[in-house]
C-alpha cells in the first residue's frame, strides 16, 4: 500500500468511525428522550388520578366551606401570602437591629425614634 492510499484509507475509517460515533450518540440520545417521556407519561398518569373523584361525583359544585386550591382566588391569595412572608423575612431583622431608622410622629408633631423603652 503506498502512502497516499493509506492516508485515505485512514481518512475513509476516521470517517466511518466518526459516523458509528454520532449514530451511537444519537442512539443514547434518543433511549434518554424515551426514558423521559416514559417519567413524565407515569407522573401525567398519577396526576390524571387525582381526577378520580371527580369522575365518581361527577362536576359537583363544593360546599360552601370547602376551598378549591385550583381556584383564581386561592392561588392569588398565596401570591400576595407569599410576598408579605417575603416583606417580613427582609425587613422584621433591620426593625429589630436598627429601630432608630423607624420613627413615628409624636403628638407636638416631631418625628422620634421608635424604641422598647417607654
Not at 485512514?10 to 459516523?19: G, I
Not at 442512539?27 to 371527580?54: C, F, L, S, T
Not at 416583606?87 to 410622629?105: G, R, S
Amino acid at each position: 500500500m503506498s502512502d497516499i492510499e493509506r492516508e485515505k484509507r485512514v481518512d475513509d475509517l476516521w470517517r466511518k468511525a466518526r459516523k458509528y460515533n454520532n449514530k451511537i450518540r444519537f442512539q443514547v440520545r434518543i433511549a434518554k428522550m424515551a426514558e423521559q417521556n416514559q417519567k413524565e407519561m407515569m407522573i401525567d398518569e398519577h396526576i390524571d388520578g387525582e381526577d378520580d373523584w371527580m369522575k365518581e361525583h361527577g362536576n359537583q359544585k363544593l360546599a360552601w366551606y370547602m376551598l378549591d386550591v385550583d381556584s383564581t382566588f386561592i392561588k392569588a391569595w398565596n401570591f400576595f401570602i407569599t410576598l408579605v412572608l417575603i416583606y417580613e423575612l427582609i425587613m422584621n431583622p433591620f426593625i429589630q437591629v436598627f429601630p432608630e431608622v423607624y420613627q413615628t410622629k409624636n403628638a407636638q408633631g416631631v418625628y422620634e425614634a421608635v424604641t422598647g423603652q417607654h
